[in-house]
């Protein structure tokens, strides 16, 4: 009976060992399926990116060229807008100081004026 059981056991051991390698395989397939599917996807995002960034840039190549068109085509309309902008802040400018001026005098002679410890 010795003789029988390392026999079973002899005999089971190759078909362990033929198990043990088919499933390495499989799992190597798996791995390697995984490998061949995130490769493809990063090529995808790569692609899709690029195509963004070409769309990306023909936008802000568009808009540049317009605000040179805008800017350049008009340049003597802009300076008249300019000028008259200014003029209108200047006019603002001097009608505040001439309002708060008055306020400002009493607050410098206030200061001047009192004595501290």
Excluded: C, W
Excluded at 4 to 14: D, I, K, L, V
């Amino acid at each position: 009976m010795k003789s029988s059981a390392p026999m079973a056991a002899n005999s089971r051991q190759p078909n362990g060992i033929q198990l043990l390698l088919a499933a390495e395989q499989e799992a190597q397939r798996i791995v390697n399926a995984a490998r061949e599917a995130k490769m493809a996807r990063l090529r995808q995002a790569k692609e899709e990116a690029e195509k963004e960034i070409v769309a990306f840039r023909a936008q802000m190549e568009a808009e540049y060229q317009r605000k040179v068109a805008e800017s350049s085509g008009d340049s003597g309309a802009n300076v008249k807008r300019l000028e008259q902008e200014t003029e209108v802040k200047i006019a603002h400018l001097k009608t505040e100081a001439t309002r708060i001026s008055q306020d400002v005098v009493l607050m410098l002679l206030k200061h001047v004026t009192t004595v501290k410890n």
